[in-house]
């Protein structure tokens, strides 16, 4: 069974996957951005959204 690493590798090998794939970017680092930020808060997925009810 291959990694999906493997997969990924493969997948953007089609130009259409990867034009889909670069154009999630933006989205993808701000995810990101917003776990890292959680994560330095030392805050759990659940103490995250019990916060977001909150407000």
């Not at 089609?14 to 034009?19: D, G, H, S, T």
């Not at 680092?29 to 103490?47: G, H």
């Not at 995250?48 to 009810?53: F, G, H």
């Amino acid at each position: 069974m291959s990694s999906y690493k493997d997969y990924k590798k493969k997948a953007l090998q089609n130009p259409e996957v990867k034009a889909e794939y670069d154009a999630l970017q933006p989205e993808y680092d701000i995810i990101q951005a917003m776990i890292d930020a959680r994560v330095q808060q030392n805050m759990t997925q659940k103490d995250l959204s019990a916060k977001m009810l909150i407000v």
